[in-house]
């Protein structure tokens, strides 16, 4: 069964700390997608990244980064000398790309992430 | 481009009311979905659709009833609003193809009382 965990309920930190959340997943597809989602304050869902189940490569775009290893099922991410505005909840979510798949999503049930100045 | 729409943002509901919760999307897409988020939790999927005339149930769907008449629209229908049924309401939708990323709206916070 398909199933996203996202160990780390509320992470609290100081502005310029250096934060991991991580994302542990499971699925039986061998082909399948990974996805990173924001939440601020305001509400809306903010597409992060996407990452295929045949790149394995890690992806750094400015202050964030990714770690994707399949050997143990995890998709972490990385927010590196962390600001105020990047507290909001994070989620993590699978999609498997077998035939039949109606593309949906199994999302994580998120975390919070405070950065205190 | 709009991107996906709702309307409307806020609604307060009597017990037993109904509404209609509306979404639209400017992209050509085939793939619709209807979540909500409950405080403090992730998203439940509550209806989808692969395309117009094409529905199916998600995790949560008792309570709810959709449509899709066309490729734009993909309306939420609430009968006998319920207080379990407070929450906020997102619409999303995607490509065809496998891996698509899930575009969302700004959602929508309703309140039964």
């Known amino acids: 069964a398909q199933k996203v965990t996202q160990a780390q309920t509320e992470i609290s930190v100081v502005e310029k700390e250096d934060v991991t959340l991580d994302c542990v997943y499971e699925t039986r597809d061998t082909t399948y997608y990974l996805f990173w989602y924001k939440q601020p304050p305001s509400g809306e869902l903010v597409f992060l990244i996407r990452r295929n189940s045949f790149d394995e490569q890690n992806e750094i775009s400015g202050r964030y980064s990714w770690n994707f290893q399949k050997s143990t099922s995890s998709f972490n991410f990385t927010i590196t000398a962390s600001q105020v505005v990047d507290s909001a909840v994070y989620f993590c979510a699978l999609s498997e790309a077998g035939a039949g798949n109606n593309r949906k999503l199994i999302w994580g049930l998120g975390t919070s992430l405070a950065v205190n100045p | 481009n709009a991107g996906v729409t709702q309307t409307p943002k806020f609604r307060i509901l009597k017990i037993g009311q109904s509404m209609t919760l509306q979404c639209a999307q400017d992209?050509?897409?085939?793939?619709m979905y209807w979540y909500r988020q409950d405080p403090g939790m992730g998203l439940k999927l509550i209806y989808y659709?692969?395309?117009?005339?094409?529905?199916d149930k998600g995790e949560v769907p008792n309570g709810y009833n959709v449509s899709r008449s066309t490729t734009e629209d993909f309306p939420l229908r609430l009968e006998l609003a319920a207080p379990s049924q407070t929450s906020v309401y997102f619409c999303?939708?995607?490509?065809?193809?496998?891996?698509?990323?899930?575009?969302f709206g700004p959602g929508t916070r309703l309140t039964v009382l």
């Open positions: 992209m050509n897409h085939n793939y």
């Open positions: 999303a939708s995607s490509y065809r193809t496998s891996g698509s990323m899930q575009f």
């Open positions: 659709s692969v395309g117009a005339g094409i529905t």
